[in-house]
């Protein structure tokens, strides 16, 4: 079975702060990377795809990744209460289908 | 622009009852998806469709069944309905049979049963 982790949280960090968000996965062979953003009742929205290792950055958020490590992170600069929403971090299964396995998501509160 | 369009978006079932989802997509993806999330659960998945005719079982299949109706449609059915499935049922697709594109979601069906 494959593993997805993220850190239990929640998480809470002030307005403005950044806020980083870490998830380890087992799948050494994973190839594409994502996180998703989930506001409380509402459905999953991507917020970043990654593919390769180091860096990507879109606006405010910056997602970086370590194949060797098996780690992938999501970091949110000048957090903003609107950020305040559960991450789940999706990591694609290798092999020839096309799943996704998740991890349970961790919780952010950002405080004005 | 539509997206991942489900229905209904709440139902409410008495024990041993039938229903099922229904889930479109407007955005000519090949594969489709059902997962359920429960508190503490995370996402999960039911059964997925990587392509038009296609079906295959996900991480918790049992107690349900789904179709592929064409490229654009995917529904779950609970044949008997239990107090275990009572949870938010998630439809996505994605334009990539490889899975190593973006799933989209829909707004979900919330799902109680009695």
């Known amino acids: 079975q494959k593993e997805v982790e993220q850190n239990s949280g929640p998480l809470s960090v002030p307005e403005g702060a950044i806020a980083s968000l870490n998830c380890t996965y087992s799948?050494?062979?994973?190839?594409?990377f994502f996180w998703y953003r989930q506001y409380s009742g509402k459905s999953p929205e991507l917020i970043m795809s990654i593919y390769s290792n180091g860096d990507k950055e879109d606006g405010r958020f910056t997602a970086q990744l370590n194949k060797a490590s098996q780690y992938v992170s999501l970091l949110i600069r000048d957090s903003q209460p609107s950020d305040s929403a559960t991450y789940l971090c999706a990591v694609r299964d290798t092999g020839a289908n096309s799943k996704l396995t998740f991890g349970k998501g961790i919780t952010l509160s950002v405080r004005p | 622009n539509a997206g991942v369009t489900q229905t209904p978006k709440f139902q409410v079932l008495k024990t041993g009852q039938s229903m099922t989802l229904q889930c479109a997509q407007d955005?000519?993806?090949?594969?489709m998806y059902w997962y359920r999330q429960d508190p503490g659960m995370g996402l999960r998945l039911i059964y997925y469709?990587?392509?038009?005719?296609?079906?295959d079982k996900g991480e918790v299949p049992n107690g349900y069944n789904v179709s592929r109706l064409n490229k654009r449609e995917f529904s779950l059915r609970l044949e008997s309905a239990a107090p275990s499935q009572t949870s938010v049922y998630f439809c996505a697709s994605s334009s990539s049979p490889t899975g190593d594109k973006p799933q989209h979601f829909g707004d979900g069906t919330r799902l109680s049963i009695l």
């Open positions: 469709s990587a392509s038009e005719g296609t079906t």
């Open positions: 955005m000519n993806h090949n594969s």
């Open positions: 799948d050494r062979g994973s190839q594409s």
